[in-house]
T-cell receptor, first 112, second 115 residues
């Protein structure tokens, strides 16, 4: 079983749709959680950190469920520019020198 | 703007050549930097963790003599692909960790093509 698992998709949605991605992690000692976005042939860019209380940034909402060991990302009112691969990232501060583990990514395509 | 600079962005070289890639943190000091490799349509694969002032920690299966890492200062880590071969062709990405936030910021990547 992978340490961080994501549904690879692809998710193909029309503009304006709401789409949700889930990610599960296996290391219960994990302490930091992030969503990154990666465009084709580009580097990953931080989208948002994920907190137990949940956090929202415009059309994006991230949630963390420690008991079930999963995190989610909700995108409302999808835009064409949201098309990208979304990477779930989990880090355990106390092991592996804080090394982060990346999921394989979920691909989103927003169509007109 | 970018907080991590990676150079060069593109390298095309002959087999047997050694290639050096630089990764610089621009706005913060990074005691820890990471080097990744990514194949098309695949996720990032961690190669090694670069620690300022000490030896890098390599992931299982990554040859330390093949991929030399030097982290001589708090803002610079270098990866040297020694005697590159066509199978080393890939997208190499570095990241620097902002310690206080435990967030990794990525360089723009280096696309290496070995002929």
């Amino acid at each position: 079983r992978k340490e961080v698992e994501q549904d690879p998709g692809p998710f193909n949605v029309p503009e304006g749709a709401t789409v949700a991605f889930n990610c599960t992690y296996s290391n219960s000692a994990s302490q930091s959680f992030f969503w990154y976005r990666q465009d084709c042939r580009k580097e990953p860019k931080l989208l948002m950190s994920v907190y137990s209380s949940g956090n929202e940034d415009g059309r994006f909402t991230a949630q963390l469920n420690r008991a079930s060991q999963y995190i989610s990302l909700l995108i409302r009112d999808s835009k064409l520019s949201d098309s990208a691969t979304y990477l779930c990232v989990v880090s355990a501060h106390n092991t592996n020198a804080g090394k982060s583990t990346f999921g394989d990514g979920t691909t989103l395509t927003v169509k007109p | 703007g970018a907080v991590v600079s990676q150079h060069p962005s593109r390298v095309i070289c002959k087999s047997g050549t050694s290639v050096k890639i630089e990764c610089r943190s621009l706005d913060f000091q990074a005691t820890t930097m990471f080097w990744y490799r990514q194949f098309p349509k695949k996720s990032l694969m961690l190669m090694a963790t670069s620690n300022e002032g000490s030896k890098a920690t390599y992931e299982q299966g990554v040859e330390k003599d093949k991929f030399l890492i030097n982290h001589a200062s708090l803002t610079l880590s270098t990866l040297t692909v020694t005697s590159a071969h066509p199978e080393d062709s890939s997208f190499y990405i570095c990241s620097a960790r902002w310690e206080g936030k435990n967030i990794q910021y990525f360089g723009a990547g280096t696309r290496l093509s070995v002929l």
